[in-house]
């Protein structure tokens, strides 16, 4: 059988009025070049499809580099028309742009709650856990109610300046859903791995995240 990982990314490109958002490049482009590398096929949707609005690109980077060259051959697929029965994880991608599309956007939670309730691995870094906050399962509950987590902190956002722009504050909504925050210091790795639910704090994390996925799935394998 395939192994196939869907990557997920926003496509809200206003920060508030503040500046230009989108997609966090690296938090996609590290984790899909690990994902390939062990031998999975990656896809990558867009809650509108398309091509999806960019933040933080490094054209020093190759590996962003080779991603924003490989989906730019053709648009990215809508969410709604995504088959989650395809895939074994997915990874929702940050960057502020999530925290306008992914709570409250119906293919968001559609794909989350379908891998997950399939047996498969619900990963997400930095904002990307945006699309947890409303993620709740066949039986009404959230996926994150009594799980431990990771995502960018209350800190990391004053620090980013925008603590009063986004719509919420991300770790607090978290924990009103039940979830364990479990914060790192600002800017380094930390990823939490709670059973099928993998998640990262921010940049940093989206590497060694994509690494613990692997895990998961290998161990769900034998």
Known sequence: MTKRILIALTSHDDLGGVERTGYYVP??????EIFRKAGYEVDVASVRGGQPPQDGFDAADETQVAFLAAIGERDTDRLADVDASRYDAVLYAGGHGTMWDFPD???????????????GVVAAVCHGPSALVNLTLSDGSYLVAGKRVAAFTNEEERLRGVADVVP???????????????PGANWQAQVVVDG??????N?????PLAERVLD???????
Not at 196 to 201: E, I, K, V
Not at 216 to 222: G, K, S, T
């Open 203 to 207: 940049p940093a994390s989206a590497a």
């Open 216 to 222: 998961v799935l290998a161990e769900r394998r034998d």
């Open 105 to 119: 956007d119906p293919d968001v939670i559609r794909v989350g709650r379908e891998v997950y309730e399939r047996g």
């Open 168 to 182: 919420f504050l991300l770790a607090d909504k978290l924990v009103e859903r039940g979830a364990e925050h479990q």
């Open 27 to 32: 938090e996609a482009a590290h984790p899909w």
């Open 196 to 201: 099928r639910l993998a998640t990262g704090q």
